[in-house]
């Protein structure tokens, strides 16, 4: 069940978006540009093996020849089924490391924020909808360790502003627009 303080964590104000907004873009720009690099060698590499496995299945199919034409062509289908499989299997490998990789650098991009002269005005803008959300009596954390960003506590509610909380939640609303890149 989604309760009042949850569903005002999930609605991040404007300000939050714009200030995300140069994350966003770089990370959609790299990720599309790892993307295609990725798909392109991806789909040179199939090639590559499908090729090979044709060569293979041609040498075999002229060894089995004289036992029958059927027999060839099935084992000709398996053996570009498999191929068809590891492509498959390799391109579903690339995409699952550079997803993390995606979100290893959205962190590490964030999280260089503290090192950014803007980032106490981020502290000082996360503080203040922390406020909002929770009240003038809320306890807040500053600069919340180990990864930045801001923590806020009013009784059992609690805002978790920290920077690779904020990240991961970039990532979330990205994640259908870099699964696009994949299609």
Known sequence: MTTRSDRRAETAPTALRELLEPVRE????????EA??????ATSEAHDVVASARAEADAQVEQAQHRTTLAAQAHEALLLARVRNEGHRAVLATR???????????RTAVEGLRHDPRYPAVLDHLEAMARRQLGDDAVIERDAAPAGGIVAVAGARRVDYRLATLADRAIDALADEVAELWT
Do not use: F, G, K, S
């Not at 295609?36 to 060698?41: F, I, K, L, N, T």
């Not at 699952?96 to 959205?106: G, H, K, S, T, V």
């Open 26 to 33: 770089a990370l959609l720009l790299d990720a599309a540009a």
């Open 36 to 41: 295609d690099r990725v798909v392109a060698a």
């Open 96 to 106: 699952r490391r550079l997803e993390q990789q995606l979100i290893d650098e959205a």
